[in-house]
């Protein structure tokens, strides 16, 4: 079944289940997926094809250009138009302020090896079996969201480094700019649902409150024209299940590829060019530079590569890096150059250490701007009630802004991290029953992450925040509700496999009383709720005759569950998925259980068994990096110097997460809002789905500009040190190595270099130099490009 590429295919569209072929999936409610995610995947789709078609949509954004950029000439020059979408295509503002970041190719670029051999006009040697179908159009290939059709409104990475001068830049600028009248609409939206969130407190009873969807959108600026050359397309796909979708803009010299895989029912939105075959370009609209701290360690030259790994998540890449920056990617949320230096400063084994001791550890830059701006954070029960004005269901975003800002500022990189890993296993989502109790169960996770694993849930058992989210609030003797008792064996402890029916209700009865007084919304134990009799759950036996006792039973339970090896291997299971590979061997797993269990539950050093373990160091490339953590490097990297941040408690503004925190949200990652109970995945067959990849290399392309709100727009080219008149080679091999922490190799490094020396058409690589005029303009476009690679998403 071809795509109709002349009419858009919208999610809420009675016409979705036609394109589908009729198997109903637009009724099925999937959450959080995109169009190519919800298209049933053949047998041929495997998780290596997946792999090996990302790795070249990714690397072609820098082989692909390489091998287009070398044949010069003098031709018209290609340029897809940022501003101009489908017929009847919407703004992501103006229309819908819930609308996902664009889902255009923009980051991704195209097939790496295509370009290289092929002939303007004619489909890449990879794309044999997808219909031609030239006509004078520019193509879109759009991934659906959940929420409908996104519109390309960002300029094309691939058309970007094939442009010059001023037109370039004034695409760049514009289509980052916010209009007045989108950032209206933006507050608007804000102050819309922050109105309904009375709605959501949670009185018993009550339903989860609402919270804004409105996220950065591109401008409306006044607009003129550029010339461009008139764009030959081929588009197509082809059943089964996932295909490369390859839009080809021609001129009479150059080619390039722009890629998207796409499945076959992902629309190929097309949109004639403006009058005699001119794009409609949007005027520049400069936001002011964030004051920027340049750190010494960016202006360091690239140091030699100690470790060498190849990996299947990038196949055909060679990975060489160092100890620490191995490190680095894997122990903190957001790995930057700044951190590593720190690593190898200290060593991989005494930095770990460090670590692992966050209270010797200096934070004070994150907690004052956390205490400044989300105070609310910090407090919960009738605190929380007095510092909101009796609104405590106002308290998720503050959780979420207060994430991002440790992420970006903090010193306590390991802790943060774990913390958020055990966010995941004992998980209770930000907007739900508890939203109104959520600070509490953050702060246990805070105290607890590193210590005692017996300690953090037995706090979590009897914290209102867990109790609500799973109904023990309304489980008494004579009503018992299982909920959490379940919960208690499957996900917190040992696992499906390892109890019965039996052992759930043991556990509920264990658990009946244990609740919250719901005027203060604090923890409350009712020993007249508290049903008794014996119980026997697993290995663990009580006569529980006295309802007096029934915190010390759940106490000495809940020590015992701890402690079983079941949970220990399910513990250590989730630290070595996080730390070392996606598929852990058992040698790696039972060593961390040890640890585990030989200091009486502690997560600390089962952490630190797993960092300095064998398969740890062996393990290069073997993570995906998570949308947070790509995001979150990005912000730290850009090393601002002050920042006025979104959605503060003081400002009237809570539920506005930032650009930075809608770009994530919008990816699929908005801490602590996974919609199952087991908390986010944590591998790579996960994220690196078509639909959510595409997305991420959206949020990379909107991401670079920094949040011009919070502290003006990022200035790279003083973040990086970046000086004029310098090697373009030698300036592209130090920044793509200080922003990835990986040698790039010789062609990817050449990719780089040309756009820093101004997209040059003659010489080579060792004569370019740092262009001078635009300078701001092509560093984000290389500094876009080299987070969109694989080297930027291997963790």
Known sequence: MPVNSQVPVSLNDERWDEELGGTGLADQGVNDDSVADRVPRSAATTRGARRATLLALGLGAVGAATALLRRGGDSPRTFPDPGAGAPGSRSPIASDPATSAPASPSSAAPSPAAPTSAEPGTAPPDATDVAPVVEPWRAQVIAGSQEGDVDDTAPDLAGALDVEGEAWVAALDAAEALSPEEEQAMDSAADADAAQAP????????????????????????????????????????????????????????????????????????????PGGRAVVSEATTASFASTLPLEVYRRERPRATVTAVSDLAPGLTLRTTPAWHLARRASTAATAEIAAEIEARGTTAWIDWQLNPSRINDSRAERIISTHFPWASVSGPALSEATGGKPYLAPPIITNSIFMRARFGNRVLADAVVEMMADMVYVPLLGKAQSMVTGLDKILRTHALGRYADLLLAALTDPTLLRE???????????????????????????????????????????????????????????????????????????????????????????????????????????????????????????????????????????VALTHEEFHKSVGRKWRRPTEVIMSIARAASVESVDPSGRASANDVWNLGSYGWLIRDAGHQPRMYTSVDGYPDTADYWMSTGRMMT??????????????????????????????????????????????????????????????????????????????????YVEQAVRLTYASPYGSLR
């Open 470 to 608: 799973l109904d023990n609030t309304v489980s008494t003797k004579s009503s018992p509700n299982e909920n959490l008792g379940r919960e208690l064996l499957e996900l917190y402890t040992v696992g499906r496999d390892a109890y019965t029916e039996d052992d759930v209700k043991g556990a509920t009865i264990m658990l009946t009383g244990h609740g919250m007084d719901w005027a203060s919304r604090t923890y409350l134990y009712s020993p007249s709720k508290h049903a008794t009799g014996r119980i026997q759950v697993l290995g663990f036996s009580d006569p529980n005759s006295d309802p007096a006792k029934g915190p010390d039973l759940l106490k000495r339970c809940v020590e015992y569950l701890c402690s079983h090896e079941a949970t220990a291997t399910r513990v250590a299971t989730r630290i070595a998925r996080r730390f070392v590979s996606d598929d852990p061997s058992e040698a790696v797993v039972a060593e961390i259980a040890r640890a585990y269990l030989a200091n009486g539950t502690r997560i600390g050093p089962a952490v630190r």
């Open 199 to 274: 709605q959501g407190s949670d009185e018993q009873g009550g339903d989860s409150g609402a919270h804004s969807d409105a996220g950065p959108g591109a401008g409306t600026a006044p607009t003129e024209e550029v010339a461009v050359s008139e764009d030959s397309v081929t588009s197509g796909a082809s059943e089964p299940a996932v295909v490369s979708a390859v839009a080809w803009y021609a001129g009479e010299e150059t080619a390039f590829a722009l890629g998207g895989a796409v499945s076959s029912a992902a629309a190929i939105r097309v949109a004639p060019l403006g």
């Open 696 to 777: 991420m290399w959206n949020a990379v392309q909107r991401a670079i500009p920094g949040d011009t709100k919070e502290s003006g727009r990022t200035d790279w080219a003083r973040a990086l040190s970046i000086t004029p008149g310098d090697s373009a080679k030698a300036t592209a091999e130090r920044i793509t190595w200080h922003l990835t922490g990986y040698v790039w190799e010789d062609a990817h490094v050449e990719a780089i270099a040309r756009i820093l020396a101004g997209m040059p058409k003659s010489g080579g690589v060792e004569d370019w130099k740092v262009v001078t005029e635009h300078l701001s303009g």
